[in-house]
């Protein structure tokens, strides 16, 4: 019998309620993952109970992360602690807890931002916590995490049509101003509106322009932005530059996974620039990795990834699709989970690292 006033929840939301914030703990705890944890949690404290100033400089491009991890850092004292200059001298387990607190606060948000794929969801949870360079997110990458989260929510709204291409563009300066491999996104989506540009103005055949205002748009971005680009990343581009590793990357089954998540959007997804900005994302991903530049391949990837993903699963979700990709989508999940028993079992690439939980013992 229901009570009058209270809402229906069915069992399997009550579940995904308690079971996926888990997954999202215990997976990547098995592999060993702790990275930044302890930084995060020390630049919280600071900002806490200091000016902060060392902080801000050092993430002078990402104010809006600094504005997050403080603002977090104000809700975890009041409500764990009655008297905050204790808890600056002796904040014991809190400089590991509150980077924890702040993860999350964000995995649960992404939880709720992929409830349009309906029982879908699950697919896109097990490969977040099974894929070998997203499960680094949430402990690891906390700022690249969190900026991925409002990425994963833009493109679910422009999905659905709840927002427009232009202001989809314009929010994507928010997740910029958190973590800098954004700013990539932002001009894919500047490249995707040069096709729709070129037709208001010359009411050409949306094939033919979609062709060549793509390719002249990326052309006119790299002539008048690429000095600036490259003066911005040319210390971690530069010295990262390696031909075997470009190999590696081009050839590597996430590239040929997005690429062909890629081709079935552009086939199948109604929203004309949700298409054109994944293609594009995806043309860029590729040409990223043919630079052999190891930090930027990982953290597109960690971007194109959930993207490209949920926009794939929304397709599967809401309209009918062939036999054949239901099989792309099971072996990409299959990968997955192969990545993660090899860096769980065989590889550890964490085993000099102390782990998680050894941290917090």
């Known amino acids: 019998m229901q009570l009058i006033g209270v809402p229906r929840v069915s069992i399997p939301t009550l579940l995904a309620i308690f079971a996926l914030p888990l997954l999202y703990i215990l997976l990547p705890t098995m592999v060993g993952l702790n990275g930044d ?29 600094v504005a997050i991890l ?40 992404l939880i709720y931002i992929v409830r349009p794929l309906r029982g879908a969801a699950i697919y896109f949870h097990l490969v977040f916590c099974l894929d070998t360079a997203l499960l680094m997110l949430p402990f690891n990458l906390l700022r690249q ?28 300066v928010v997740p910029a101003l958190i973590h800098w491999s954004v700013w990539f996104l932002f001009l894919t989506g500047l490249a995707a509106t040069i096709p729709s540009l070129f037709l208001i103005a010359a009411r050409l055949s949306k094939r033919t322009v979609a062709a060549w205002a ?8 790299g002539v008048f932005l ?53 293609v594009c994302t995806t043309i860029l991903y590729v040409v990223i990795t043919l630079t052999g530049n190891s930090l930027i391949i990982e953290r597109m990837r960690t971007l194109l990834v959930p993207t490209a993903y949920f ?51």
């Not at 793509?214 to 971005?221: D, I, M, Q, R, S």
């Not at 599967?316 to 989970?337: D, E, G, H, K, Q």
Request: aromatic share 16%; with cysteine.
């Open 37 to 65: 944890l302890k930084r995060y949690g020390e630049a919280g404290l600071s900002l806490l109970c200091s000016d902060g100033g060392a902080i801000w400089a050092n993430y002078k491009s990402e104010p809006l992360f």
């Open 70 to 109: 403080w603002f977090f850092a104000e809700v975890w004292s009041v409500l764990f602690s009655s008297d905050q200059a204790d808890y600056c001298l002796n904040p014991g387990f809190n400089v590991f807890w509150l980077p924890i607190f702040v993860s999350t606060i964000f995995i649960l948000l």
């Open 145 to 172: 995490f969190i900026a991925m989260v409002i990425v994963v929510a833009l493109v679910s709204l422009l999905i659905r049509e709840r927002i427009s291409p232009l202001t989809f563009i314009a929010a994507l």
């Open 214 to 221: 793509g390719v002249v748009g990326l052309v006119l971005l």
């Open 226 to 278: 690429g000095p600036a680009l490259y003066n911005l990343f040319s210390e971690k581009l530069m010295s990262r530059l390696d031909v075997s590793l470009s190999i590696n990357g081009l050839l590597h089954p996430v590239t040929f996974f997005v690429a062909v998540f890629s081709y079935a959007i552009s086939r199948h997804l109604k929203q004309e620039f949700a298409c054109r900005f994944i």
């Open 311 to 361: 926009a794939f699963l929304y397709i599967r979700a809401t309209r009918p699709l062939a036999p054949a990709w239901s099989a792309v989508n099971v072996l990409f999940v299959l990968f997955a989970l192969t990545s993660f028993l090899w860096n769980a079992i065989v590889a550890q690439p964490f085993a000099e690292r102390d782990s998680f939980m050894q941290l917090l013992s």
